[in-house]
Antibody
C-alpha cells in the first residue's frame, strides 16, 4: 500500500523559502502512470493545488505560484520536494503531498494523500 | 479561470439521502472527482471520474455529472458521513487543478 510522508520546517520567516520533502513508500516514484503533487489548505479554508512533477522530472504549476515555486523529484531516494520562495503569512497552511492518477477525460484525481504538515510563516 | 460552485452547507437526517452539487460551465464535459475530509484528517477520494468508487468506499456514495452540474449522492446517511466534501476538475484552458469551495455535510 502506497504511503506518502511530508517532512520539513514547520516555521518559516517571511520572505524566506519554504522547503518540504515527501517520502514515498510502498511503491516506486518512477512509475509512468502517476503524477506527484503538492496541495495546500490554509487553516479553515479550502484546498489549493500548487503543482506536480512526473517521473521524468517535468513539472506543471498553478499559474498563481509559477513565479516562485519549484517541484523536483529524486528517484534514487523515492521522494519529491517543494520549494516556495518569498513566503508571506498567506502561505501558512497544511501542505499535503499526493499521488495523482490519470482521469478518463483530462487531468488527475488524487489518492493517496500524505497526512499533511502545518507550515506557519511568521517572524 | 474555471470556477466550481458548491453550497457551503448541506444538512440531512440519518438514514436520508444527501445530495451535494458542484456547478461549473459545461462540467459535464469534464471528469469530476469528489473528496471527503473529516476534521484533522487528510482528504480521501470517495468518487472519481464522475461516478467510480475506489475500493473500500461504500456503495452508498455515488456520483453523476451532466450539463453544468455534478452531484455527489450519499444514500442512507450515517453519523460518520459528517465531513467537508470537495469536488475537483482539471481546467484544460489554464492547465491547472480546480477545487470547489467545499460543502460541510451536517447529519442532524
Amino acid at each position: 500500500q502506497l504511503q506518502l510522508q511530508e517532512s520539513g520546517s514547520g516555521l518559516v520567516k517571511p520572505s524566506e523559502t519554504l522547503s518540504l520533502t515527501c517520502a514515498v513508500s510502498g511503491g516506486s516514484i518512477s512509475s509512468i502512470a502517476y503524477t506527484w503533487n503538492w496541495i495546500r489548505q490554509p487553516p479553515g479554508k479550502g484546498l489549493q493545488w500548487i503543482g506536480h512533477t512526473h517521473h521524468s522530472g517535468s513539472t506543471v504549476y498553478d499559474p498563481s505560484f509559477r513565479s516562485r515555486v519549484a517541484i523536483s523529484i529524486d528517484r534514487s531516494k523515492n521522494q519529491f520536494s517543494l520549494n516556495l520562495t518569498s513566503v508571506t503569512a498567506a502561505d501558512s497552511a497544511v501542505y499535503y503531498c499526493v499521488r495523482g492518477q490519470r482521469a478518463v477525460f483530462d487531468g488527475n484525481w488524487f489518492d493517496p494523500w500524505g497526512q499533511g504538515t502545518l507550515v506557519t510563516v511568521s517572524s | 479561470s474555471y470556477v466550481l460552485s458548491q453550497p457551503p452547507t448541506v444538512s440531512v437526517a440519518p438514514g436520508q439521502t444527501a445530495k451535494i452539487t458542484c456547478g461549473g460551465n459545461n462540467i459535464g464535459g469534464k471528469s469530476v472527482h469528489w473528496y471527503q475530509q473529516k476534521p484533522g484528517q487528510a482528504p480521501v477520494v470517495v468518487v472519481y471520474d464522475d461516478s467510480d468508487r475506489p475500493s473500500g468506499i461504500p456503495e452508498r456514495f455515488s456520483g453523476s455529472n451532466f450539463g453544468n452540474t455534478a452531484t455527489l449522492t450519499i444514500s442512507r446517511v450515517e453519523d460518520g458521513d459528517e465531513a467537508d466534501y470537495y469536488c475537483q476538475v482539471w481546467d484544460t484552458t489554464n492547465d491547472r487543478v480546480v477545487f470547489g469551495g467545499g460543502t460541510k455535510l451536517t447529519v442532524l
